[in-house]
Nanobody, 116 residues
């Protein structure tokens, strides 16, 4: 079994920054990719950013230039640095880990609220 623990969400003013962290533990032989998705009220869950085991990253157009995904120095950790936050970034952010292209695990989610 794989367990994902997320942290770093909270309330921030527009233009502010937050960093989300996710640590994966358990029966992990290898990781295909790690990433972040988000779901705002009344909307579908959407991709924010992913990073593969080889370090290749992918971002949603809405966050390019503002968010940065990176792998931690501790094995099986991933971070999402979020800068220049906007009210429309408000959502529950979910950590996602794929051990194969089709086998995926989800974290419990962390709330990010951008409001003045």
């Amino acid at each position: 079994q794989v367990r994902l623990v997320e942290s770093g969400g909270g309330l921030v003013q527009p233009g502010g920054s937050l960093r989300l962290s996710c640590a994966a533990s358990g029966s992990i032989v290898s990781i295909y990719s790690m990433g972040w998705y988000r779901q705002a009220p009344g909307k579908q869950r959407e991709l924010v950013a992913t990073i593969t085991g080889s370090g290749s990253s992918n971002y949603a157009d809405s966050v390019k230039g503002r968010f940065t995904i990176s792998k931690g120095t501790v094995k099986n950790t991933v971070y999402l640095q979020m800068n220049s936050l906007k009210p429309e970034d408000t959502a529950v952010y979910y950590c996602n880990v794929r051990t194969t292209p089709t086998f995926t695990y989800w974290g419990q989610g962390t709330q990010v609220t951008v409001s003045s």
